[in-house]
């Protein structure tokens, strides 16, 4: 189906429920799956109901390893996608599965690729979306669209070995070619700009998550690259040199 | 989305698990399945497991109809696809889902049509097997290809979603209501961006053309949008602002 392939690791983001989070091992077991990875998960993988439904995806739950934050569980993966269950969602634009799920398995570095799910109740907060380049949503019944967390894992695993199937007819060479900046890259970079911001008052405190939050969807939505990373820090420098210069 | 609704029977052929039932409850809510069906189950709809697990789907337990055989099941349906986990069928060719499922919903005709899933150790028999115009199977890993049930079906539904929406008008909704910033607004913002980067000795006379390509493609590929020019202007004049006042 495709050449080598591509290590994809499954996200959990604070799983409640063993019987779910069982599912889903087996999920990644069913779906090729490289690693089973977790943020602050308030469900114990040891869960005798975790592994009754793993079954033979219970080596997924014993080798899961845990991270206190999205950003660090994401820290070695280029493309990253998330879901979402809301539809209304401004700052970055929902795709359907298979407009999105081609461009993740769409490279040829060796970096793994990740797929991040929300909290069954809550999904993902805004912040930890915006760590993604892309959002997909499964589109359901808008009288009750909200799915199971397992059965969100199914489908979206589903549409990417679909995907993976389509792969080997076409890929556009200039999308290969082109990695997104890594994402703790990226969250230095902001970083870098709210301080320079701040100090420059277009940033007041009160105002500086929700506009940095616009600056970070505006950069995502691009795929920032790294060298359009380091041109930004470029700039940041010179801007602070100026500042200070200006003063002598 | 379609025309209209053709009523879609969700079967369940002697179904086991509990958790299973209630989650294939809540799925046929989800994807406004018309109907549950069971034929001779081997758990109780009843069962407080599935009742906790079909949440808002709860009403599809209470209305189950029982049957005894699938024969009866499928009475009143004109197209009857059914699901089958092996690979090695030899009496009707296998689908994948994307193949076979745009033809159950392409029908003028007012009957019902049918969805059958098999039992979650040995699935359907070649005699219930033989009782669908189709079989598909999902495509999984070679190592462990067995789906639990619930998530066969939220594959299929889901699929069969696919398949009923029209590309042409139901794309995500927020794709469509953002439209880019105009050439001339962004044209504008990065001749200001030009001032300020050749200022403070970021850009020299002979580095700007190129680098501010950069910046301008960055850009484009966000699509950036009015208000985000808007934002770009914002901090432009803030940082100039800084600039000049700490010379005083």
Known sequence: MRAKPIAIKVILVEPAGALNL????????????DELRLVAPRCDPDDPEAKRMAVRGAKFLKAAETFSCLL???????RVIATCGRIDHGTIPLNHPEEALPWLINTSKESPVALVFGREDRGLTNQELLLAQKVITIETSPQYPSLNLSHAVAVVLHELNRSQRDFSTSNPKDKLSHQPASPVELNECLEETKELLLRVGFLLDHTAEARMTKIRGLLQRAEIRPEEVAMIRGILRQIRWAIKTSHS
């Open 22 to 33: 069982g599912s889903v091992a087996r999920l990644c077991e069913n779906f090729g799956v």
């Open 72 to 78: 660090d569980a994401i820290s070695d993966c280029r």
